[in-house]
Nanobody, 126 residues
């Protein structure tokens, strides 16, 4: 069992930055591939970013096209935490952001993940 707790969301103006944190307990986080997803009101949960387990490929990263060059996913193994640094935020980034531990299958599909945090709200004003 893994417990995930997200934090760092808030209200920010367009062009601003936020850093989301996903703290894990129960297991060593670096052993698991992890993803960030987001869900806006009335929309499906969508993939944002993915980082592999350290044992896979040293923590390689993959991003959804709309966030490439603006968002960065990273790990702090000593803190058992995964981060999502979000820069140049846009109003369309407004959503509840979730981190999740990957299980198997296509990593862009939320159904491929087995443990989820409670989510943190990000609101970007224009």
């Amino acid at each position: 069992q893994v417990q995930l707790v997200e934090s760092g969301g808030g209200l920010v103006q367009a062009g601003g930055s936020l850093r989301l944190s996903c703290a894990a307990s129960g297991r060593t986080f670096s052993n698991y591939a992890t993803g960030w997803f987001r869900q806006a009101p009335g929309k499906e949960r969508e993939f944002v970013a993915f980082v592999t387990a350290i044992s896979w490929s040293g923590g390689s990263t993959i991003y959804e096209d709309s966030v490439k060059g603006r968002f960065t996913i990273s790990r702090d193994n000593a803190k058992n935490t995964v981060y999502l640094q979000m820069n140049s935020l846009k109003p369309e980034d407004t959503a509840v952001y979730y981190c999740a531990v990957y299980r198997s299958g296509e990593f862009r599909r939320w159904q491929s993940y087995e443990y989820w945090g409670q989510g943190t709200q990000v609101t970007v004003s224009s």
